[in-house]
């Protein structure tokens, strides 16, 4: 069965860097897009950003363009979310999915399959 397993959360300072990793089984990373999303108590999940399956596009959420870089180790069937200059606001649980094409990359009902998330608190 597919599944995904994010890890990499914690607790950093304002103006932090983490990596989260989403490591996959059963489905070959590199033949799915991949998105991120995350949510917070009492919100709705939001997009984050997304690489396509031949990493030749990503797109991010405006909020965290500039800071937050997406990428992927076929061999190692895992996709990356490097976080940098971490703010308050982007403490959230952080989920991975894989994407099957067919529309945008932040319709989330297009992703297929969800890791449980990892939670990620920034705080000063």
């Known amino acids: 069965q597919v599944q995904l397993v994010e890890s990499g959360g914690g607790l950093v300072q304002v103006g932090g860097s983490l990596r989260l990793s989403c490591e996959v089984s059963e489905v070959t990373v590199s033949t799915y897009g991949m998105g991120w999303f995350r949510q917070t108590p009492g919100k709705e999940r939001a997009f984050v950003g997304a690489?396509?399956?031949?990493?030749?596009?990503?797109y991010y959420a405006d909020t965290v363009k500039g800071r937050f870089t997406i990428s992927r180790n076929n061999a190692k069937n895992t996709v990356y979310l490097q976080m940098n200059r971490l703010k308050p606001e982007d403490t959230a649980v952080y989920f991975c999915?894989?994407?099957?094409?067919?529309?945008?990359?932040?319709?989330?009902?297009?992703?297929?399959?969800w890791g449980r998330g990892t939670q990620v608190t920034v705080s000063s």
């Open positions: 999915a894989t994407f099957p094409g067919g529309g945008s990359f932040t319709n989330e009902g297009l992703y297929d399959h």
């Open positions: 690489i396509s399956a031949s990493n030749r596009v990503t």
